[in-house]
């Protein structure tokens, strides 16, 4: 089955700065990769996804890149504010698989002000 | 979109004893998935639900400990049998939003089983 791994588990950054999370599947087949959100004691909620077929998606102060050939992807979050701090998954799935959505372990994400 | 609503929110346990958690969303879907999140971990599938069939189970998780029931299309519920507590945890059900099998996937907002 597949597998992906996040990192770092933890990021501690200053207020206004870039915070990066890493993460790396195994199964090539996977063509969809999204990230969720979760705040304390809240429920997991997209941020944002990407499908196989491009290499970058953005959405104001979050991007997201992945690169088929090495099997990895990353959230990218700029200007990071205060509000930003969470867990943040990311996920993998393909649709031959039921689209059943693997998870990485999380990255909490604290935002000094 | 999807809105899901669990029951319990919460709940303290007695070692030994069984629970079931229900979880209602509010349209028809075909597959219901059930999470289960450990304290300050992530999120680990334990079965994928689907109405008029068996529940199909993720490895290390079986139908004795976790038997799933799934009457209709927008209802289903997971009992946690027999528990220790190695079993607190943040129960999860989530359902796809795109006719309920593709697209983002949305999650109710838990039921937090704590046992002693």
């Known amino acids: 089955g597949e597998n992906v791994e996040q990192h770092p588990s933890t990021l501690s950054v200053q207020e206004g700065d870039s915070a990066v999370i890493k993460c790396t599947y195994s199964?090539?087949?996977?063509?969809?990769f999204p990230w969720y959100k979760q705040e304390l004691g809240k429920r997991p909620q997209l941020i944002i996804d990407?499908?196989?077929?491009?290499g970058e998606k953005k959405d104001q102060r979050i991007a997201v890149t992945l690169n088929k050939t090495a099997k990895h992807f990353s959230l990218h979050i700029t200007e990071t504010q205060p509000e930003d701090s969470a867990v943040y998954f990311c996920?993998?799935?393909?649709?031959?698989?039921?689209?059943?959505?693997?998870f990485g372990g999380g990255t909490r994400v604290l935002v000094k002000p | 979109s999807a809105v899901i609503s669990q029951k319990p929110s919460r709940d303290i346990c007695q070692r030994g004893t069984s629970l079931t958690i229900q979880c209602q969303v509010d349209?028809?879907?075909?597959?219901m998935f059930w999470y289960r999140q450990q304290p300050g971990q992530s999120l680990t599938l334990i079965a994928t639900?689907?109405?008029?069939?068996?529940?199909?189970?993720e490895s290390g998780f079986v139908i004795d400990k976790f038997p799933i029931s799934r009457p209709n299309l927008t209802f289903s519920t997971l009992t946690v049998s027999n528990m220790s507590p190695e079993d607190s945890s943040i129960y999860l059900c989530?359902?796809?939003?795109?006719?309920?099998?593709?697209?983002?996937?949305?999650f109710g907002e838990g039921s937090r089983l704590t046992v002693l």
């Open positions: 989530s359902v796809f939003g795109a006719a309920g099998v593709t697209g983002e996937l949305f």
């Open positions: 199964d090539s087949a996977s063509n969809y």
């Open positions: 990407i499908r196989s077929n491009v």
């Open positions: 996920a993998a799935s393909w649709y031959a698989a039921g689209n059943k959505l693997t």
């Open positions: 349209s028809q879907v075909t597959m």
């Open positions: 639900a689907n109405q008029g069939s068996e529940a199909t189970y």
